[in-house]
């Protein structure tokens, strides 16, 4: 089985601040994992994803995340952030041999103060 | 390139009725999945269908159906709604051979009266 847990639903910071958004994973085989934004009343922007390559990935929007195998985490970072980063962000995982099947965490809301 | 389009956009319906909603993938795409998103619940996956075959299927009921047409065009129905299942009903689609990225739709607004 595998599964994502997202820890704190809410995040405030203060815009300009470091922004840390965590994700630890479960999976028996290497997974496949990738940081969502959702806007309200929007789908699902992708972030970035790690597919086993390099364990530092950079993204969109100034974001990166970095695979740590020994802690099975996934955390989302942005060195300052801004006010537009406000929204919905979800961690997902899945593995090659399911296909397109997402398990989804259950989303941090990240609250930007100006 | 054009988005993945879900229509309609909003839906209302009443208990005991049945819902057919409608998902047009990118442009080559041949993978659509579909999700159900809730407060309670988050996003939970129903289903993903790969060149008109169902390839994955999440934990849901049998009123819960899709299927893929030719054209990589998707539908999703559900019969015999429950108040229970009011959600946002997100569908994304990829290239589809390997896991790849998603790209999702705006997502249609299902409201169960």
């Known amino acids: 089985a595998q599964s994502v847990t997202q820890l704190g639903s809410h995040v405030s910071v203060s815009e300009g601040a470091l922004v840390l958004l965590r994700c630890n994973y479960s999976?028996?085989?290497?997974?496949?994992l990738f940081w969502y934004v959702q806007y309200p009343n929007q789908g699902l922007q992708l972030l970035l994803k790690?597919?086993?390559?390099?364990?530092l990935v950079k993204g969109i929007n100034g974001f990166e995340a970095e695979f740590k195998k020994s802690e099975t985490s996934f955390h989302l970072t942005k060195p300052s952030a801004h006010m537009s980063d406000a929204a919905e962000y979800f961690c997902a995982v899945s593995r090659l041999n399911t296909g397109n099947q997402f398990y989804f965490g259950t989303g941090t809301s990240l609250t930007v103060i100006p | 390139k054009a988005g993945v389009t879900q229509t309609p956009r909003y839906l209302i319906k009443t208990r005991g009725q049945q819902v057919t909603l409608s998902c047009s993938p990118i442009?080559?795409?041949?993978?659509v999945s579909w999700y159900q998103q809730t407060p309670g619940q988050g996003l939970q996956f129903l289903f993903e269908?790969?060149?008109?075959?169902?390839?994955n299927k999440g934990n849901f009921p049998g009123r819960f159906s899709g299927r893929q047409f030719s054209n990589s065009r998707s539908e999703m129905n559900v019969s015999t709604l429950e108040l229970g299942d009011s959600a946002l009903y997100l569908c994304?689609?990829?290239?589809?051979?390997?896991?790849?990225?998603?790209?999702f739709g705006p997502g249609t607004r299902l409201t169960v009266l």
């Open positions: 442009s080559g795409h041949r993978s």
């Open positions: 269908y790969f060149s008109e075959t169902q390839r």
């Open positions: 790690y597919t086993s390559a390099a364990t």
């Open positions: 999976s028996s085989v290497p997974p496949y």
């Open positions: 994304a689609s990829s290239l589809g051979e390997v896991i790849d990225e998603q790209f």
